[in-house]
């Protein structure tokens, strides 16, 4: 195996172990020692890959988004109208919060840790949820005018945050099912 294959194959299982660890213990409770040695890696493999954790945090949260939208991408190519494409994003969610791996919204956390606009991990955080609004934003721009298409996009952010914040709270079904309702009824709202 070439050495930069085998590089990028070693820092992505540093990644993918502080994304376990992070999502369960938090960022600042999680130490890089314990990264380590979750991600069996020398010290110095994980200063060569992550200088400093606020990068390797950033990094993380960059994975996790490039995942979430390929998992929004597939579900996505199943669906024909506006309506369909945002029903999908909210099945996403519902199966989130039915999954046993469901520890709440590890960008929330994020943020709840690093509220500073300026911070690398903020910045991660936000190019997350300007993603996923600009995506709905897209969708419903195919079925009306671009201003309230980002209006909406910004209300179902909104719904899902909430949601999802619920979900976490134990409350996950009723919080699905009044997103549903509450989504339902924007959409079918005169514009």
Known sequence: MAPSRLAAEKRQHIVETAYRLFKRGGFH??????????????????YRHFPNKDGLIAEVLDWRTARFERQLDRLAETAQTPDDKIA?????????????DFHGCLFQHALAEFG?????VFKAVTRQKDGLKRRMRDILAARMPGERAASIAATLLMLLEGATLLAQMGQ??????DMRQAAARILDAPG
Do not use: C, N
């Open 88 to 100: 999908t994003i909210l099945d996403w969610y519902q199966r989130w919060f039915d999954s046993p």
């Open 172 to 177: 996950g079904k009723a919080a699905i099912a």
């Open 29 to 46: 409770a999680t130490g890089i020692d314990r990264i380590i040695a979750e991600a069996e890696v020398a010290k110095m493999t994980m």
């Open 116 to 120: 500073e606009p300026d911070h690398v």
